[in-house]
């Protein structure tokens, strides 16, 4: 069955770096549209970032130039860089797979940046 797992999450400092990573089994990853959403407590889920098939990449304005979504199409894994992070990064994060109508969640993974 379609499975995403979401890892990397953490506590960090202001101004820190992680890296997230999803690996995925179950589908023809190669094909699916992959995007990083967030959601803060108390906020709606938002999406962050996304990378299509072909490697194209959009980014939300709020982390453009911060954070770096990539795809490893041999591994079946998606990955989040995000670099110089602030406190409003404070969410779980979670991994989608999206083609067409179909869209596939992983159980998400908690970023904490607080000093």
């Known amino acids: 069955q379609v499975q995403l797992v979401e890892s990397g999450g953490d506590l960090v400092q202001p101004g820190g770096s992680l890296r997230l990573s999803c690996v995925t089994s179950g589908f023809r990853f190669s094909i699916y549209v992959m995007a990083w959403y967030r959601q803060a407590p108390g906020k709606q889920r938002e999406l962050v970032a996304s990378?299509?098939?072909?490697?194209?990449?959009d980014y939300s304005d709020s982390v453009k130039g911060r954070f770096t979504i990539s795809r490893d199409d041999d591994k079946g894994t998606a990955y989040l860089q995000m670099n110089s992070l602030k406190p409003e990064d404070t969410a779980v994060y979670y991994c989608s797979a999206k083609y067409g109508e179909y869209q596939a969640w992983g159980q998400g993974t908690q970023v904490t940046v607080s000093s």
């Open positions: 990378i299509l098939s072909g490697g194209i990449t």
